[in-house]
């Protein structure tokens, strides 16, 4: 419950358990043209959660099973060092709302990987955003989708991420959505300066925007097993993006985001193959061999494959336009060693 206090600011009176969830995401277009400023992607976001449980407390103790034990808010552990980065800066926003912050108990739960292997479907997006929300919530605040993608760029961006913050728009809206990138060093450079008051004030230049497909068309992921180190595939392929790729990458968003819109076969087929062809001419690093399998496997098929995200491993996705020929690149899957991760309508 809370209460106002007389001179203005916001008490807290009473503690419960608050249970959050954020899932994860995946890239069906425009990965690595995003993280140049005023690009494109379309953006997935996937079922898998993770969740977090937080109630006030005595003191700050926070706990995540991906390490499996605790540690204070104080604590200099590197483990814990995204979760607590972003505490302290949603701690310094909610005061700055009159929020009169308290010491609280987290257990975050849900390692977007299994034995010891990552999904590769957004992990450090998710866990970011399950803790502003998180937070917002034992505080009772009313937090905007807006508010929680700028507060999560704004500790990945401290943290040095290199990423677009593309999985941050589309976990923060949990939606499939359209994702126009802005100039994080431009933001960084301001970060410097700047309250975070400042920051979050200022028009960033990103663009997000919902998309909807009107046709019940499956969406399947596949895990290669295999996983990549985004950040280290942005460092290896960023040098190969040029101006040529650039725009070629924006008009194959662009026909994709309507073709999606109208439920259109043809556009969404052409699009992601165009998509995916033009991921393999960007660097061979990109195609793994199981994520090769993983496309080649749809061929003859009524369904559509690439790889997704920064590639090397982890993840490849499949839109499929006919249920029997699921059923089909399933099979051819499963004797390849690829695992259906996940599957939904688009």
Request: net charge neutral; with cysteine; glycine share 8%.
């Amino acid at each position: 419950m809370i209460k106002k206090k007389e001179n203005g600011e916001t008490e807290i009176k009473e503690s419960k358990t608050n249970i959050v969830k954020t899932g994860g995401k995946l890239y069906i277009a425009g990965e690595y043209s995003v993280l140049t400023p005023n690009q494109s992607a379309i953006i997935k976001n996937i079922d898998i959660f993770m969740q977090a449980e937080i109630k006030f407390s005595e003191k700050y103790s926070i706990y995540s099973d991906m390490y499996d034990y605790s540690v204070t808010l104080e604590e200099d552990d590197e483990n814990y060092s995204l979760i607590r980065e972003t505490v302290k800066t949603v701690n310094k926003y909610l005061q700055l709302k009159k929020v009169d912050v308290k010491p609280f108990d987290m257990k975050i739960t849900g390692k977007m990987e299994r034995n010891g292997k990552k999904y590769g479907i957004g992990s450090s997006g998710s866990v970011t955003v399950l803790t502003v929300k998180a937070m917002s919530k034992l505080y009772n605040y009313e937090i905007s989708s807006e508010e929680i993608f700028k507060l999560s760029s704004y500790v990945l961006l401290k943290k040095g991420d290199n990423g677009s913050m593309g999985d941050i728009a589309c976990i923060s809206y949990e939606n499939l959505v359209i994702y126009t990138s802005f100039d994080r060093n431009l933001i960084k450079e301001k970060m410097k300066n700047s309250s975070l008051s400042e920051i979050m004030n200022l028009e960033w230049g990103y663009k997000i925007e919902k998309i909807h497909c009107p046709e019940k068309l499956e969406f399947l992921v596949g895990w290669t097993g295999i996983p990549s180190i985004s950040g280290k595939m942005i460092v290896e392929v960023k040098n190969s993006i040029n101006k040529e790729f650039l725009e070629k990458s924006e008009e194959i968003v662009r026909n994709l985001k309507n073709g999606i819109e109208q439920g259109n076969k043809k556009i969404i087929s052409e699009n992601v193959e165009e998509n995916s062809k033009l991921l393999k001419m960007l660097h061979e690093k990109i195609y793994s061999r199981k994520l090769l399998e993983l496309v080649e496997s749809a061929e003859g098929l009524d369904i559509c494959a690439k790889s997704s995200g920064a590639g090397g491993g982890d993840c490849g996705i499949a839109i499929s336009f006919n249920r029997n020929d699921t059923e089909k690149l399933l099979e051819r899957w499963e004797s390849r060693g690829i695992e259906l991760l996940y599957k939904s309508e688009l």
